[in-house]
């Protein structure tokens, strides 16, 4: 497959032509960003541990039957995925009140929800994301009634899997953020799950001691998050228990994978 010219760069990845009008290289980069883009900082090893991670989760995603764009992962930092028209909605689901929930709504850090909440947001840097009610989409027409209830039964699904998936590694998901996009394939215009799952766009928590294993490190300065991406690759059993991976050493495996392109 050969990599065409690029096509679009958002804050943590980009996305790349290819020979194939229907398929698209996706490209992690190390780029962390938080509170819209206001802060930001490079990570050396991050897109590498995402791209791995976000790889194993699609594709067990797949053998389920939520339909996604991953086609397969190329190398260390990229994947050839289908191309689709991202919606722009950003599907939040929580099990655990954090973040902005607690912050809009004064709900106490830590209460464990009665089940699952759905949230919208508006994927619109410009305007902050801001939180969206199923009224404004279907009012604005970003979807109609069927695809809004495909997505909504797909989230279910999703949850449902992700908490079995990291609970059996001794980690709560707490919440995450989903995307999902229209794909062009023989006029089709299936709605798949888009993006990326990852501990950037998750937030993981130990279930014991309750450790960040997720970009909260970053958002909230408490550092080390290469080792809590690691860890959360090791336990999902994408790296060997025994490899120590460093942010030094993934940086390593990325140049070596170029050099043998
Ligand atoms: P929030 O509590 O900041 O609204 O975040 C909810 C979840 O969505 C959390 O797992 C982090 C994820 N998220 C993203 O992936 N991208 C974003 O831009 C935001 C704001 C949140």
């Not at 690029?6 to 780029?31: R, W």
């Not at 009610?133 to 449902?160: G, K, M, P, V, Y």
Request: glycine share 6%.
């Amino acid at each position: 497959m050969k990599k065409g010219k690029k096509i679009y760069e958002g804050k943590a990845k980009i996305i790349y032509a290819t020979s194939d009008k229907n398929l698209v290289i996706q490209y992690f980069k190390d780029d962390a960003t938080a509170f819209n883009n206001q802060k930001k900082s490079t990570i050396e090893g991050k897109g590498v541990l995402n791209n791995r991670i976000s790889e194993h989760i699609l594709s067990n995603l797949s053998e389920v039957g939520i339909k996604n764009h991953l086609v397969k992962r190329i190398n260390m930092r990229e994947q050839l995925v289908k191309l689709v028209d991202i919606i722009p909605i950003e599907f939040v689901i929580r099990n655990i009140a954090t973040g902005s929930l607690t912050k809009r709504l004064g709900i106490e850090d830590g209460t464990v929800l009665e089940r699952p909440l759905i949230e919208y947001c508006l994927k619109d840097d410009k305007l902050g994301d801001p939180l969206i009610s199923r009224d404004h989409i279907l009012n604005f027409n970003w979807l109609n009634i069927a695809q809004l209830d495909l997505i909504n039964e797909n989230l279910t699904r999703l949850n449902d899997f992700l908490l079995g998936m990291f609970r059996a590694v001794g980690i709560k998901l707490v919440d995450f953020k989903v995307e999902f996009g229209f794909t062009h394939e023989s006029g089709k215009n299936e709605i798949v799950l888009a993006d990326e799952i990852s501990p950037d766009t998750c937030r993981l928590w130990d279930t014991i001691t309750d450790k960040k294993l997720d970009k909260d490190r970053f958002r909230k300065d408490l550092g080390d998050l290469i080792p809590a991406y690691t860890e959360v690759a090791k336990r999902l059993g994408i790296l060997h228990e025994q490899s120590n991976v460093s942010a030094v050493n993934v940086t390593k495996l990325s140049s070596v994978k170029k050099k043998t392109k």
